[in-house]
């Protein structure tokens, strides 16, 4: 199997009022797919077809359509496939991304950390430390804690469909 594929990033630029310039720009990537890399994963039955897709293939939910982009209720998120809990509804905040938004894991070594090259620039992948599932991205230094006074300056940038909240 051909583990290289090709990317398209596609690319509109207002010029002047009414005229756009498209821009198509081709990157050969390596296949994100994770079924490629490990096949001892255990996936659930219950997942539906978005969470495997997110979970497994390392696709991206639309933005703003999350389930719990604009939740408030406290509890704990765990992950969709394996259950393990991975963030606190206490470090959750509204970055107005399109996403939910965390500060950090409820737990040291929940997520464990990747390189993501698929995109220029280069992005720091969040996956669940048990199952390997792809949570989203991680951005650091944005000016998150001085804005919100919160403890740290990063943003756990999570697709919704990757997680489940277990309410307290």
Same mark, same amino acid.
């Given at each position: 199997?051909? *583990?290289? !594929? $090709? /990317? @398209?990033?596609?690319?509109? &630029? &207002?010029?002047?009022?009414? &005229?756009?310039?498209?821009v198509l720009?081709?990157?050969?990537?390596? +296949?994100? *797919?994770? !079924?490629d890399e490990s096949n001892d994963v255990k996936w659930n039955d219950a997942l539906t077809p978005l969470q495997l897709m997110v /979970? $497994?293939?390392?696709?991206?939910? $639309? =933005?703003?359509t999350g389930a719990y982009l604009h939740t408030?209720? !406290?509890g704990v998120y765990h992950c969709a496939n394996c259950d393990r809990p991975l963030y606190s509804s206490k470090a959750k905040?509204? %970055? $107005?991304?399109?996403? =939910?938004?965390? @500060?950090?894991?409820? +737990? =040291?070594?929940?997520?464990? @950390?990747? &390189?993501?090259? +698929?995109?220029? =620039?280069?992005?720091v992948e969040i996956c669940c %430390?048990?199952?390997g599932g792809h949570l989203g991205h991680v951005f650091e230094g944005e000016g998150w804690k001085q804005l919100l006074n919160l403890p740290k300056d990063t943003r756990h940038c999570v697709n919704s469909a990757s997680l489940n909240l277990k309410k307290d």
């Open positions: 199997m051909n *583990k290289w !594929s $090709r /990317l @398209y990033v596609i690319t509109v &630029r &207002r010029t002047f009022p009414g &005229r756009r310039n498209i720009t081709q990157y050969w990537n390596k +296949s994100k *797919k994770m !079924s /979970l $497994r293939d390392k696709a991206t939910e $639309r =933005p703003n408030n209720e !406290s905040f509204d %970055a $107005r991304c399109g996403w =939910p938004a965390f @500060y950090e894991e409820v +737990s =040291p070594g929940a997520i464990t @950390y990747h &390189r993501d090259n +698929s995109l220029m =620039p280069a992005r %430390a048990r199952c």
